[in-house]
């Protein structure tokens, strides 16, 4: 054990030897009869060690087929995104100075003109997440004064964001109108007072309304809302840049769309459909986005420039054709991808596991897309259905759960479904390898550094 004390520090070690002996105890004091050979008592505690030295943040495979899931990290980013951000942050950047001025500078301005050429929005404004946007909107514009909001989007977004929260917490008065099907222009228009700072409305990004229902579009409010001097604030949630109806989906107008309507603030995530790095982008007239800047509260929401250098060549690869965009971004790639190139991925995968203990199939599905994002929509999709048969699928889940990566899939009606609609296709080897129970090593966080032989084989031990 002498050589791990060059690498881990003392206490560590004699932490690590001290759980195991406990476990061991432990065991023998209840009937069982651990291994306690020298090579037994060293491999457990250089499994503890690797343990306590691996990342707990880790990299998995999302076979969920939910394109954005927020437990997952939502949008996974594209190499040339993930280079910028290396080149940006392993040293020093412009971030906050002017190159051209040779002065202090802003850093809200390398993404502006992106921005404002992708949405046509007069302003630009980028925070932490989409959350502080909406936080931030409401603060700046609102403090003191109504809020008029449909009671059909008083919605909880997840965890405690939940808007009429979040209006009390903004200062902001809310004022609901409608009702929780119906809402009508004259709702709106009989609310509106003197103290009317703004009108909200949220977009339904995580639920649907059907039947008997009303909404008023944003096109409606701005004009009614301009025509008495107040403000217009859309909380679009999942911000989409691209038109989505190639994919069929015809509910989700884009940004540029919304902007049109004259509205005067919108507000949207950046790593939902837009499937660049966790931000809330704020768009709209530069009245309203300079109120908003100047608020004290957007310092302590600003953006890092991890994120920001994401962003930006997020925002740049935009900027290319429909088909460049939809191979660039894999959120888009995900989602508009070829039905057959994901049956035949699932087909690989099940091929290559037909001597598990276990049915393997192939079967048509839906996926979704997730994030509180167009929601109710399915789209078609290919799974690998697996029905163990020496242990129960809630056993199988939890081993691939267990496995380096490891795998995330979904139980339904007794089999585990792993969608490869989400699995990328070099990450196909690792799922059919968790299948298998055939481990790869361990991650862990310094990839770079040279550590010490921790199996037991490898110790000299005389
Ligand atoms: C997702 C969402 C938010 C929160 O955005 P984050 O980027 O997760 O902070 C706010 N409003 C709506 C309508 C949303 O869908």
């Known amino acids: 054990m002498q050589g791990w004390l060059e690498v881990y520090q003392r206490r560590l070690v004699v932490r690590a030897i001290g759980d195991v002996l406990d476990t061991k105890r432990r065991d023998i004091l209840q009937g069982r009869t651990p291994d306690i050979s020298v090579e037994g008592i060293l491999s457990a505690v250089a499994a503890k060690l690797t343990a306590i030295t691996s990342c707990q943040l880790r990299p998995v495979i999302n076979a969920t ?3 954005i899931h927020t437990n997952l990290g939502r949008a996974p980013l594209g190499r040339e995104v993930l280079n910028n951000v290396v080149a940006i942050s392993e040293g020093y950047s412009n971030l906050e100075y002017d190159l051209a001025a040779g002065a202090r500078g802003k850093r809200y301005v390398h993404v502006h003109q992106h921005l404002k050429e992708l949405t046509n929005a007069e302003d630009t404004m980028v925070v932490n997440n989409n959350a502080a946007a909406v936080f931030l909107c409401l603060s700046a514009l609102a403090k003191g004064k109504e809020v008029i909001v449909s009671r059909g989007e ?6 405690s964001f939940r808007v009429p929260d979040i209006m009390a917490q903004s200062g902001g008065i809310l004022r609901e109108v409608g009702t929780t099907n119906k809402t009508r222009l004259t709702d709106y228009e009989d609310a509106l007072t003197s103290d009317t700072a703004l009108i909200l409305k949220v977009h339904k990004s995580n639920f649907k309304v059907s039947g008997f229902t009303q909404e008023v579009d944003i096109e409606q409010l701005s004009t009614l809302a301009h025509s008495r001097g107040v403000g217009v604030m859309y909380d679009l949630g999942s911000g989409c840049l691209i038109d989505l109806k190639p994919l069929g989906v015809h509910t989700e107008p884009s940004v540029p769309e919304i902007i049109k309507t004259d509205v ?7 790593d939902k459909l ?5 931000s809330g982008i704020i768009v709209g007239k530069t009245s309203y986005v300079e109120r908003i800047r100047r608020h004290p509260l957007s310092r302590a929401l600003r953006i890092d420039k991890l994120t920001l250098a994401a962003l930006e060549t997020t925002l740049i690869q935009y900027l290319g054709t429909y088909e460049t965009i939809t191979q660039d971004i894999p959120v888009l790639r995900m989602l508009f991808q070829d039905i057959g190139q994901i049956r035949s991925r699932a087909r690989k ?3 290559r596991v037909k001597n598990i203990d276990a049915e393997v199939e192939v079967a048509g599905e839906v996926s979704q897309v997730g994030g509180g994002a167009l929601p109710g929509v399915e789209l078609p999709t290919y799974v690998v259905r697996i029905r163990p048969s020496s242990m129960t699928v809630e056993q199988l889940q939890r081993r691939l759960h267990e496995a380096t990566p490891p795998v995330v899939g979904r139980i339904k ?3 585990l479904l792993l969608d490869a609609r989400t699995i990328n296709d070099s990450e196909v080897k690792d799922v059919i390898n968790a299948l298998k129970k055939k481990e790869e090593g361990g991650r862990r966080c310094f990839p770079g550094r040279s550590w010490p032989p921790l199996r037991p084989n490898a110790v000299d031990l005389r």
Request: hydrophobic residues 45%; aromatic residues 4%.
């Open 65 to 67: 087929g939910i394109v």
């Open 154 to 159: 008083l919605v909880e977004i997840g965890g």
């Open 264 to 270: 005067d603030i919108v507000a949207f995530s950046g």
């Open 274 to 278: 837009l499937g660049g790095p966790q």
């Open 349 to 351: 995968i099940a091929s």
């Open 413 to 415: 009606d007794g089999h």
